[in-house]
């Protein structure tokens, strides 16, 4: 195995991460987010609170895994995607392969193949990257959560990623969103997080290209700060032409939004690099 450097600023991940010869470019050094205390009147799953992992400003974490080039979308011929039934056969199977157990949610999209258990890993934020959900290295990795997302005190924006699978699995189905058609009839993502059942909203998708679009931030001084960023997201995408917005989505500073984000593997000069998709929470 070899010892492959990285860079933590996965700020996380994918969003940082998933990205260009296949999800390398997504991992570009991010400046930490401005402390903030926590937004008044948000719910609060019980997620327990962790210490939030450092971001390098260059690449300093070392992992054993694939290099960021073969993270193409190619399942390897060894590779191994887990199934399972039920939130609590992945949860068991986790404590299994891992010790501790490292299932925060169930993610499940209708009209799509989008319907898995959701990872986060406090103490390796890149961990399901090339893992799957029993520990075992694999280029299918898993559908996981930021981990700065483990702190309660950064839960009003909610990351959470996954490859781009060419053949159909993980966040592949994303890439419906770039139809419109499609947009308008399937705007509604079921997350079970820590055993409650949250219902989201879509209002956005985009690609992301090499515009200097920061979408993984995580920390927010205040409600207004928190608008911004929103605002900011928004103004960007309807710089792109292929976006999809809904602009009766009306998004507070009180609200809580999660990002899906995924890699494309688009040659160099179409400059994008990944895709995400936006909604509020409704419940």
Avoid at 22 to 50: E, H, I, R, Y
Avoid at 154 to 171: A, K, S, V
Avoid at 256 to 265: D, E, I
Wanted: charged share 15%; proline share 6%; with cysteine.
């Amino acid at each position: 195995m070899i010892k492959l450097v990285r860079s933590t600023a996965l700020a996380v991940l994918m969003g940082a991460a998933l990205l260009s010869a296949g999800c390398s470019a997504w991992f570009c050094a991010v400046t930490p987010d401005p402390a903030a205390s926590p937004t008044p009147n948000m719910p609060t799953p019980t997620l327990a609170p962790t210490n939030t992992p450092a971001i390098a400003p260059t690449s300093t974490i070392a992992l054993e895994g694939y290099s960021l080039s073969e993270l193409d979308g190619i399942a390897g011929p060894g590779d191994v995607l887990p199934m399972y039934s039920s939130y609590e056969e992945a949860v068991q199977a986790s404590i299994d392969a891992r010790g501790t157990c490292e299932v925060v949610g169930w993610i499940t999209i209708p009209n799509t193949n989008i319907d898995y258990p959701v990872y986060l890993n406090a103490e390796d934020a890149e961990y399901y990257l090339d893992h799957n959900g029993e520990g075992m290295l694999s280029k299918y990795g898993a559908i996981f959560m930021d981990a700065r997302n483990a702190d309660p005190a950064q839960q009003q924006h909610i990351l959470i990623y996954g490859h781009d699978m060419h053949n159909g699995t993980m966040f592949h189905d994303l890439e419906n969103y770039r139809q419109k058609s499609f947009f308008e009839s399937n705007q509604y993502i079921t997350l079970n997080w820590n055993d409650v059942e949250t219902v989201w909203q879509i209002y956005l998708a985009t690609p992301i290209t090499g515009y200097n679009i920061r979408f993984t931030s995580t920390q927010f001084q205040s409600g207004d700060a928190f608008a911004e960023f929103i605002a900011e997201v928004k103004a960007y995408a309807q710089m792109v032409s292929s976006s999809i917005l809904d602009d009766s989505v009306i998004v507070g500073p009180n609200d809580q939004v999660l990002t899906l984000s995924t890699c494309t593997y688009c040659p160099p000069e179409a400059e994008e690099q990944g895709f995400i998709v936006q909604a509020r929470r409704i419940r």
